[in-house]
């Protein structure tokens, strides 16, 4: 690949022809990143936490279960710094983390002060681990998210996460859900 765009540019510019920007040289797999993170329910957790990852696996077999029109799935991140850059640039919308990530993330604590401030909201919580998300994430999709894993709510230990957690805000589907509202939900899908 880069063979063929260096003999493209030296041959460009022995022919005295100007030739576009590196970028368009470039090859990056966004656009397709970009349609998989629309299509999926995709759930950050970390090699960095394992038992958290459990908890992500056991949450995301049950959206999964439950509505499977969500395609939810887990996205193992290295380390907890690359959920963090993942929320922050909005390439994913929802993540487990355990209650001192979750502070620390949303405080711009180290090792996350690069990525302060991170707004982020409380969907669920067990009492060590918090399903959080972006607040840009649709109204009605919070709704579903709690709605759904609070029908297993004694076995996966889930509590009403209150006002949240740390200063966070309950998402406000989640806390519609909650409160015992009922939400209409859109005739068509809204892109994540």
Request: glycine fraction near 6%.
């Amino acid at each position: 690949m880069f063979r063929r765009q260096f003999i493209a540019r030296a041959a460009a510019l022995l022919a005295g022809v100007t030739f576009p920007a590196i970028s368009s040289f470039a090859h990056t797999p966004y656009a397709q990143w970009d349609i998989f993170r629309k299509r999926n329910l995709q759930v950050l957790t970390s090699h960095a936490d394992l038992p958290g990852d459990e908890v992500g696996d056991e949450w995301v077999a049950l959206l999964r279960e439950k509505l499977p029109l969500s395609r939810a799935l887990v996205s193992r991140a290295h380390d907890m710094p690359r959920i963090a850059a993942l929320l922050k640039t909005n390439q994913s919308k929802l993540a487990v983390l355990s209650y001192m990530h979750a502070r620390l993330m949303f405080t711009g604590s180290p090792p996350f002060e690069e990525y302060a401030p991170l707004p982020i909201e409380v969907l669920v919580d067990n009492g060590k681990y918090l399903l959080i998300t972006r607040p840009d994430l649709p109204l009605h999709h919070g709704y579903l998210i709690a709605a759904t894993l609070m029908q297993d709510a004694d076995r996966l230990h889930l509590v009403n996460p209150g006002k949240g957690k740390f200063g966070m805000n309950v998402h406000p589907g989640a806390k519609a859900f909650f409160n015992g509202e009922k939400l209409e939900m859109p005739d068509k899908p809204v892109e994540q």
